[in-house]
């Protein structure tokens, strides 16, 4: 008896129920275009950084990454390189000669990283060749190449073709020189591709460094659904000689920024949570009190207090039930247009690009989102209609049946 009132209810004044209905569509919506915001930003820029950079998995010498000293170099890397290609979960494992160094143009100079690259291992694990803005992927020039990040080139005034010198310390110890020339720039939303990784074919590196085939970092692609913990238990199981690391461990800003997002998720989900309680307060509390003479009524011929409170919490799941699958509609088709469109930021570009974020957004959520939110925001409607239900159940009959 109660549902079929409190549906009725619902639907005897309409304009107030669809107030209700549109706060709740809009609240859903708000989380999940929101929520698909805010991830598109995490996952975009930590995409960009592990598939572009740092891979799923490094390998280095133990004492490598204390101060890069090229004599700490991984034995028999590239054969390690060529066995951990075959296992299973894995797409694709590249070897760099790092050292670091100075490049300099006519214009300017600036302190590098120059990593020497097996050219067609690093377009499979990096995408490197995917990035060239201008210009070629080792292609063009026949001797020295060199690829360097967008804001570098700025820095050092050089464009394509241009001659550059690269100044590090050899094999021996001794400093060394030598010439490049520009085949290609990279544009990336990574800080360190844009402006401090030079990159160089490994063959020539080792040449003027003077030393046999010796490599100093393999990175390791993965599969989507591979956890990349077990590809490093078991490398370091086999070589233990080895430091092999996830992304989480090789860049702790990513996993501390991972939780940080996670955590922000979580207050603009209280806020908007809160406006939305609000909203239906305030709603419902107007339906009561614009209905107390009836309400009275309903008390004066026996209706318990409990049923009339029953009956304004039904009323309000009622609205939820309608406005929930509208809202998640709604929510899905924004996220699902703009995760193909993308959402335009160039305005922006400059200040986005300061801190590594790319100009293009594309909204990103999960399946289980929309669950979450829409049981949230169900319990958001409840607690709201709460307080007008608790503001029935406390009116006098015969004063409501005298109200006007």
Partial sequence: MILKIAWKNVWRSRGRSLVVIGAIVVGIWALLFGTGFMNGFM??????????????????????????????????????????????????????????????????????????????????????????????????????????????????????????VLTFNDGNGDITAAAFRVVGIVKSSSLKINGLYVFVRQEDLLRILAIDNQVHEIA?????????????????EKYPGDLAESWREIAPELAFMEEMYSQMLYILLVIIMTALVFGIVNTMLMAVLERMRELGMLMAIGMTKLRVFMMILVETIYMSIVGAPLGLFVGWLTIRYYQNAGVDLTEYSEGLAAFGYSSILYPYLEADAYIVVTIGVVITAFVGAIYPAWKAVKLNPVEALHKI
Avoid: C
């Avoid at 692609?221 to 913990?229: A, F, K, L, N, Y």
């Fill in 43 to 164: 996952v975009s820029y930590m995409a960009d950084i592990i598939n572009h950079d740092v891979s799923n998995l490094q390998i280095h010498n133990p004492e490598f990454k204390n101060d890069y000293d090229i004599k700490f170099y991984i034995p028999d890397g590239i054969k390690k390189a060529e066995e951990v290609r075959k296992w299973p979960g894995v797409r694709g494992a590249t070897t760099r000669t790092i050292v670091n160094g100075m490049i300099a143009s006519a214009r300017n100079a600036s302190g590098v990283q120059i990593r020497g690259i097996d050219v067609q291992n690093e377009a499979i694990v990096t995408q490197l060749d995917s990035l060239i803005s201008e210009g070629a992927y080792f292609e063009g020039i026949k001797k020295n190449p060199v690829i360097i990040g967008e804001k570098l080139a700025e820095d050092l005034k050089v464009k394509l073709r241009s001659k550059i």
């Fill in 220 to 236: 390791m692609v993965t599969g989507s659904r591979i956890d990349e913990e077990l590809v490093v238990n078991k490398y370091n």
